[in-house]
C-alpha cells in the first residue's frame, strides 16, 4: 500500500525525516467507518517500511476529536453480523500488533476527545501529548461491551490496575490533565501547542541514534507483547459482547442521548 491510497488519513512530511499523518473525518470528529479502521491496519506497516521517515506524528483534523472511536453504523453492523465482528475483530488485533512491530517512534498528539479505536493509536503510541482540555475514555462499557481494543493490554501498564479498573468498568471520562496525573499519557499541554510540541519530539527522536531508539522501542514493547494472551482474550470477549442483548440497548441508548437500560443489569423478576 502507498500513501496516495489511503482515503482518510492524510500525510504532510515534514523536516528530518518527520511524516504527519492526520486522521481525516472531521465532519464525524474523525471517527471510523469500515475502510478507516482497516486503513489503521495498513499504517504501521507503510511507515515502518519507508526509509525516508525516522518518527510519525498522529493526530486528528479539526479542533474537536482526535477521534470518536466507531462510527455507530459500524457497531450497528457488528451487532447483527459474525462476518463483520470477525473482520473487525481481525483488524483490531492488527491495529495494536502492528503498532508494536513498528519500529519508528510513533508520537500522538491528542489534540481532543479520543475513544475506541482512536484512543487505542493514541495510547499505544511511544509518545503521547494530549490538550489539557481533552477527553478520553475506553467508552466500551457504555455501549455494553467489554473493554478489549487495546485497554487490558496497556491500561494497567500505564496507570495502574486500581485506575485501569475503575474507568475501564465505568467508561468515565478523563481530561489530559488528570490522564497526565495518573500516568495514561506522556505529558498534557495547552490545546494549541500539542501538536508544535508532538512534531519537536519527533523531531528530536529523528535526530538521535535511530539504531539505539528503534532498539530501545523494540525491548519496552516486549512488556505489551508478553501481555498478548490478555488482550487475545480481552478481544474475544468484546466480540461476543456485540451479539448480546446490551449492545443493542447500549447502541438505542447513544443514539437517543439517554441512559442505558441494559438486560443484563435489571434484577430477575
Same mark, same amino acid.
Given at each position: 500500500?502507498?500513501?496516495?491510497?489511503?482515503?482518510?488519513?492524510?500525510?504532510?512530511?515534514?523536516?528530518?525525516?518527520?511524516?504527519?499523518?492526520?486522521?481525516?473525518?472531521?465532519?464525524?470528529?474523525?471517527?471510523?467507518?469500515?475502510?478507516?479502521?482497516?486503513?489503521?491496519?495498513?499504517?504501521?506497516?507503510?511507515?515502518?517500511?519507508?526509509?525516508?521517515?525516522?518518527?510519525?506524528?498522529?493526530?486528528?483534523?479539526?479542533?474537536?476529536?482526535?477521534?470518536?472511536?466507531? /462510527?455507530? &453504523?459500524?457497531?450497528? %453492523?457488528? +451487532?447483527?453480523?459474525?462476518?463483520?465482528?470477525? =473482520?473487525?475483530?481481525?483488524? $483490531?488485533? *492488527?491495529?495494536?500488533?502492528?503498532?508494536?512491530?513498528?519500529?519508528?517512534?510513533?508520537?500522538?498528539?491528542?489534540?481532543?476527545?479520543?475513544?475506541?479505536?482512536?484512543?487505542?493509536?493514541?495510547?499505544?503510541? /511511544?509518545? &503521547?501529548?494530549?490538550? %489539557?482540555? +481533552?477527553?478520553?475514555?475506553?467508552?466500551?462499557? =457504555?455501549?455494553?461491551?467489554? $473493554?478489549? *481494543?487495546?485497554?487490558?493490554?496497556?491500561?494497567?501498564?500505564?496507570?495502574?490496575?486500581?485506575?485501569?479498573?475503575?474507568?475501564?468498568?465505568?467508561?468515565?471520562?478523563?481530561?489530559?490533565?488528570?490522564?497526565?496525573?495518573?500516568?495514561l499519557v506522556s505529558f498534557c499541554a495547552p490545546r494549541a501547542e500539542v501538536l508544535? =510540541?508532538?512534531?519537536?519530539? $519527533?523531531?528530536?527522536?529523528?535526530?538521535?541514534?535511530?539504531?539505539?531508539?528503534?532498539?530501545?522501542?523494540?525491548?519496552?514493547?516486549?512488556?505489551?507483547?508478553?501481555?498478548?494472551?490478555?488482550?487475545?482474550?480481552?478481544?474475544?470477549?468484546?466480540?461476543?459482547?456485540?451479539?448480546?442483548?446490551?449492545v443493542k440497548e447500549g447502541l438505542a441508548a447513544l443514539r437517543e442521548k439517554r441512559?442505558?437500560?441494559?438486560?443484563?443489569?435489571?434484577?430477575?423478576?
Open positions: 500500500m502507498r500513501y496516495e491510497d489511503f482515503q482518510f488519513i492524510q500525510f504532510d512530511r515534514q523536516p528530518d525525516g518527520v511524516l504527519l499523518a492526520t486522521l481525516n473525518r472531521p465532519e464525524v470528529m474523525n471517527a471510523t467507518n469500515n475502510r478507516m479502521h482497516w486503513e489503521l491496519t495498513q499504517l504501521w506497516g507503510v511507515v515502518h517500511d519507508d526509509t525516508s521517515v525516522k518518527a510519525i506524528v498522529v493526530t486528528g483534523a479539526g479542533e474537536r476529536a482526535f477521534s470518536a472511536g466507531g /462510527d455507530l &453504523s459500524m457497531v450497528e %453492523e457488528m +451487532a447483527s453480523s459474525q462476518e463483520a465482528t470477525l =473482520r473487525v475483530m481481525k483488524e $483490531a488485533s *492488527d491495529i495494536v500488533y502492528n503498532m508494536l512491530a513498528c519500529d519508528k517512534p510513533i508520537i500522538s498528539a491528542i489534540n481532543g476527545t479520543a475513544v475506541g479505536a482512536g484512543l487505542a493509536v493514541a495510547l499505544l503510541a /511511544d509518545v &503521547s501529548v494530549m490538550a %489539557e482540555d +481533552a477527553k478520553l475514555t475506553d467508552g466500551h462499557a =457504555r455501549l455494553g461491551v467489554s $473493554a478489549g *481494543d487495546h485497554a487490558a493490554l496497556i491500561w494497567p501498564l500505564l496507570c495502574g490496575m486500581a485506575k485501569a479498573k475503575y474507568y475501564l468498568m465505568t467508561a468515565d471520562f478523563v481530561d489530559g490533565r488528570e490522564a497526565e496525573r495518573i500516568g508544535p =510540541r508532538s512534531l519537536a519530539i $519527533a523531531s528530536r527522536l529523528a535526530g538521535g541514534s535511530q539504531t539505539a531508539i528503534r532498539a530501545t522501542k523494540k525491548s519496552l514493547n516486549h512488556w505489551m507483547r508478553q501481555a498478548g494472551p490478555i488482550f487475545d482474550n480481552s478481544l474475544a470477549l468484546e466480540m461476543l459482547c456485540f451479539l448480546g442483548a446490551d441512559a442505558p437500560d441494559f438486560p443484563s443489569a435489571r434484577l430477575p423478576q
